[in-house]
T-cell receptor, first 118, second 116 residues
């Protein structure tokens, strides 16, 4: 029963290039969340998606960043024209479908993708 | 708006002692959940413990317990009999239960170092 799978684990890009980060949620989970963590800081919420729907993108920068979670395949976080300030660890987390509104909907995290922009 | 505050950037504790990591929160939603996660140096995020706002008793999971004081809006994590492997970053987090799977927000974290 594989956990949340993220790849690549490490990605190096030059300024102006594109970065694509992939996340496969746990089996049976249809909610995906993306977080960004700068060095020595906490996790900042970016976006919450369900299959084929963006539910909450209040934490996404207005430009260059996009996310999708297609019907088939992993969720993708895409960063266009990367800049040095995009260097961070990007974590994906998933939670199961149909959890009641009790709040006890624990997020299971992947190991993270560490983006370095040269 | 929801907010999580962790006021201890770093702590040093002697092995086998108990340690309390502070967390306060702010929300206008009467229904919410509180979480603690551990992030060791390897970087992964490990779920430790959960407390619901309507839970009558403080949550416990092995050596972890959550000191939930609702009126003070605090949710401190207590680790009993600390071990060297407890050295890590610890994050407090909260979800407002407006929908079944709304986002979780995190505090800035506390770096715990256990001395042998």
């Amino acid at each position: 029963n594989a956990g949340v799978m993220q790849n690549p684990r490490h990605l190096v890009r030059r300024r102006g290039q594109e970065a694509r980060l992939r996340c496969s949620p746990m089996k049976g989970h249809s909610h995906v969340y993306w977080y960004r963590q700068l060095p020595e800081e906490g996790l900042k919420f970016m976006v919450y998606l369900q299959k084929e729907n963006i539910i909450d993108e209040s934490g996404m920068p207005k430009e260059r960043f996009s996310a999708e979670f297609p019907k088939e395949g992993p969720s993708i976080l895409r960063i266009q024209q990367v800049v040095r300030g995009d260097s961070a660890a990007y974590f994906c987390a998933s939670s199961p479908l149909g959890t009641s509104g009790t709040g006890a909907n624990v997020l299971t995290f992947g190991a993270g993708s560490r983006l370095t922009v040269l | 708006a929801q907010k999580i505050t962790q006021t201890q950037p770093g702590m040093f504790v002697q092995e086998k002692e108990a340690v309390t990591l502070d967390c306060t929160y702010d929300t206008s939603d009467p229904s919410y959940g509180l979480f603690w996660y551990k992030q060791p140096s390897s970087g992964e995020m490990i779920f430790l413990i959960y407390q619901g706002s309507y839970d009558q008793q403080n949550a416990t999971e092995g050596r972890y317990s959550l000191n939930f004081q609702k009126a003070r809006k605090s949710a401190n994590l207590v680790i009993s009999a600390s071990q060297l492997g407890d050295s890590a970053m610890y994050f407090c987090a909260m979800r407002e239960v407006g929908s079944s799977a709304s986002k979780i927000i995190f505090g800035s974290g506390t770096r715990l170092s256990i001395r042998p």
